[in-house]
């Protein structure tokens, strides 16, 4: 790396003082190598930031703001909208979170309050394996394997308990909303409950001795003193997947069906942000087309960008120092 | 029932519940991977690693040309953002409170949570677009982008573990700085650096999303980073949404393969951050 400066302690008497003075020429090389590596890394969001901004202008211009709430998607008349790629991308979003919150949560709470110490490690090592899947195998399995089968069981099983829900009800399809929502809860599970868990271990072991003391049963402990301890964490885990599920791309594109309507139902194929830029981005030839993508990836950034802010602001409240933040990424 | 025998009750009934959570967490696991082996493995054969693709239709024929290229692509990714990462985590872990660290360490995290799509546009707009063709060069500085935050999260975290006392006794001996910092703290965990960044590595070898218009992919074997180059994960999505029988099996047996790779490469990274373990309190 920078080993080609001069060697200043091991030569003659008078370099050594300098050497101490923290001014040799190896420390002054040594720290500009760094500083222009660590520079590099603010430069490359601001230029990413720049880029999205330059190559969205056209349609920025053109539609500006509306562009968040009109629904039409026609690359032959360019016009174009994003509504039905935001409520898409929320939409199974929440599916997702409504799935593997409470299940994330029943892990990171066993697994911290409950679990025999021999098996906690190797428990969050395995599903620690799940987050390592990249996404297009995901959707591979998505799409010859978990969708047939929602398809011909959960799917209409669920209509008939919940049909009379407008979300649960019209015809039934294979890709779909619910089906992106499935896949995305298995994703995004866990991250949420990586972090949940350090949240939870960050909780002083007072808390619960306190509440056992108390009289509290194992479970009244946790829900008593260790869930509110640790609530801003958890709800920080809570919102880092949001973030992720918000973003994930391939394993959704695969399931959802792509279609750019507002998805009136789950059952209905729908359509993401970050699928349209994956599906349409390399064919697209017409210059407002591939603005009106780019303008999408700026929306999805900037969402990502607020969403996982708030998430870190919550995580660090509880877990201030324990790394726990970046350690799920 | 006693009002403490119903208590006892309902804390043993969530218990369980808990532990039914572990259970659904953990199937898609063992069902994935059951699937991909029972799935992928009957179409593994030496023809698979060593062959290019057949013509749509016929049988034979293999992903060579997609190991080739995702090992460029990444090996490159690697050169370009493992010394930028790990540079950049050395500097916050040495100049802890300097603004500098301050802001790299929120931008790391900022990026962290970029979708990788969004950095494929990027990517795009920034390479392919001003040099108006795809390319596999393209799609490695997409994935570089995606592993320099990851490795300088990482990189610091680890010089951190080294103690004090440790850089304490290197500058008292009147070892300069940089020798301090680059012979004593990041030699002494470098077990941990490389944990890191095979954990980085494990990431972008899988991802998919930004080579999709950066190197966009290929049936050939192209072994220039100036062409569109084909990737094993591109391979299992193409082949995946494609209407053939023959592809979807192709499809699986890739995708085997690939989680083989990334699952490997995190094993790897787990054994070398256990070799470092001494420095963890």
């Given at each position: 790396m920078t080993a080609v400066t001069p060697d200043v302690t091991e030569s003659s008497a008078p370099a050594r003082p300098r050497a101490l003075a923290g001014?040799?020429?190896?420390?002054?090389?040594?720290r500009g190598v760094l500083t222009l590596a660590a520079a590099t890394v603010p430069v490359l969001l601001g230029f990413l930031v720049v880029e999205l901004w330059v190559g969205s202008a056209a349609a920025r211009d053109q539609f500006g703001l509306s562009f968040l709430v009109r629904s039409a998607w026609d690359p032959v008349a360019g016009d174009y909208g994003a509504l039905p790629l935001i409520a898409g991308t929320l939409l199974?979003?929440?599916?997702?979170?409504?799935?593997?919150?409470?299940?994330?949560l029943g892990v990171a709470i066993y697994l911290t309050e409950f679990a025999p110490q021999v098996v906690r490690q190797p428990i969050a090592f395995v599903i620690g394996l799940l987050a390592a899947i990249p996404s297009v195998v995901y959707g591979l399995w998505g799409i010859f394997v978990l969708t047939p089968i929602l398809r011909t069981s959960v799917f209409p099983l669920l209509q008939k308990t919940l049909g009379f829900l407008p979300l649960f009800s019209g015809p039934i399809y294979g890709p779909s909303v619910l089906a992106a929502g499935v896949i995305l809860a298995i994703m995004v599970m866990p991250y949420i409950m990586s972090v949940?868990?350090?949240?939870?271990?960050?909780?002083?072991?007072?808390?619960?001795?306190?509440?056992?003391?108390?009289?509290?049963t194992r479970w009244e402990a946790v829900v008593t003193a260790v869930l509110p301890y640790g609530m801003s964490g958890i709800l920080g885990a809570v919102i880092l997947?949001?973030?992720?599920?918000?973003?994930?791309?391939?394993?959704?594109?695969?399931?959802?069906?792509?279609?750019?309507?507002?998805?009136?139902?789950?059952?209905?194929?729908?359509?993401?942000?970050?699928?349209?830029?994956?599906?349409?981005?390399?064919?697209?030839?017409?210059?407002?087309?591939?603005?009106?993508?780019?303008?999408?990836?700026?929306?999805l950034f900037a969402v990502t960008v607020l969403v996982n802010a708030g998430a870190r602001l919550l995580i660090w409240r509880v877990a201030r120092g324990s790394g726990a933040g970046s350690k799920a990424l | 029932m006693s009002a403490l025998g119903r208590r006892r009750v309902r804390s043993g009934i969530m218990t369980g519940l808990t532990v039914l959570a572990v259970v659904v967490a953990v199937a898609p696991l063992l069902f994935i991977l059951g699937d991909l082996v029972a799935k992928g493995i009957g179409n593994l054969s030496p023809a698979f690693f060593t062959?290019?693709?057949?013509?749509?239709?016929?049988?034979?024929?293999?992903?060579?040309?997609?190991?080739?290229?995702?090992?460029?692509?990444?090996?490159?990714?690697?050169?370009?953002?493992?010394?930028?990462?790990?540079?950049?985590?050395?500097?916050?872990?040495?100049?802890?409170?300097?603004?500098?660290?301050?802001?790299?360490?929120?931008?790391?995290?900022?990026?962290?949570?970029?979708?990788?799509?969004?950095?494929?546009?990027?990517?795009?707009?920034?390479?392919?677009?001003?040099?108006?063709?795809?390319?596999?060069?393209?799609?490695s500085v997409a994935l570089a982008i995606l592993m320099v935050p990851m490795v300088t999260?990482?990189?610091?975290?680890?010089?951190?573990?080294?103690?004090?006392?440790?850089?304490?006794?290197?500058?008292?001996l009147g070892y300069p700085r940089w020798r301090t910092s680059l012979l004593i703290v990041a030699r002494t965990n470098a077990p941990g650096i490389v944990t890191g960044a095979l954990l980085a590595v494990a990431r972008v070898a899988g991802e998919t999303a930004p080579l999709l218009f950066?190197?966009?992919?290929?049936?050939?074997?192209?072994?220039?980073?100036?062409?569109?180059?084909?990737?094993?994960?591109?391979?299992?999505?193409?082949?995946?949404?494609?209407?053939?029988?023959?592809w979807h099996r192709y499809a699986w047996a890739a995708a085997l393969v690939l989680i083989l790779v990334v699952f490997a490469l995190s094993l790897g990274a787990r054994l070398?951050?256990?070799r470092s373990s001494a420095f963890r309190g």
């Open positions: 001014r040799s020429w190896g420390d002054l090389v040594f199974t979003s929440l599916v997702a979170l409504v799935i593997a919150v409470p299940l994330s949940s868990r350090e949240v939870l271990l960050a909780v002083p072991a007072s808390q619960r001795e306190a509440a056992l003391a108390l009289g509290a997947g949001l973030g992720r599920a918000l973003g994930e791309t391939m394993a959704v594109t695969m399931l959802i069906g792509n279609r750019h309507e507002l998805a009136s139902s789950l059952f209905a194929p729908g359509y993401t942000m970050a699928a349209v830029i994956a599906n349409e981005f390399a064919e697209a030839v017409a210059d407002l087309h591939i603005s009106a993508l780019t303008y999408t990836a700026l929306t | 062959r290019l693709p057949a013509p749509a239709g016929e049988t034979g024929g293999g992903v060579a040309h997609a190991i080739v290229g995702t090992l460029l692509m990444v090996g490159t990714a690697c050169l370009i953002g493992l010394p930028v990462g790990i540079l950049a985590g050395i500097y916050c872990a040495e100049y802890r409170d300097s603004r500098l660290a301050w802001a790299v360490r929120f931008v790391a995290d900022v990026l962290n949570g970029t979708p990788s799509i969004v950095v494929g546009v990027f990517a795009w707009t920034w390479i392919v677009a001003s040099q108006q063709h795809f390319s596999g060069f393209a799609g999260r990482t990189t610091e975290e680890m010089v951190l573990l080294v103690p004090h006392s440790l850089r304490e006794a290197a500058l008292a950066t190197a966009l992919g290929s049936q050939y074997m192209v072994t220039s980073l100036r062409e569109p180059m084909a990737a094993l994960p591109l391979t299992v999505y193409t082949y995946a949404t494609g209407p053939y029988e023959e070398a951050l256990r």
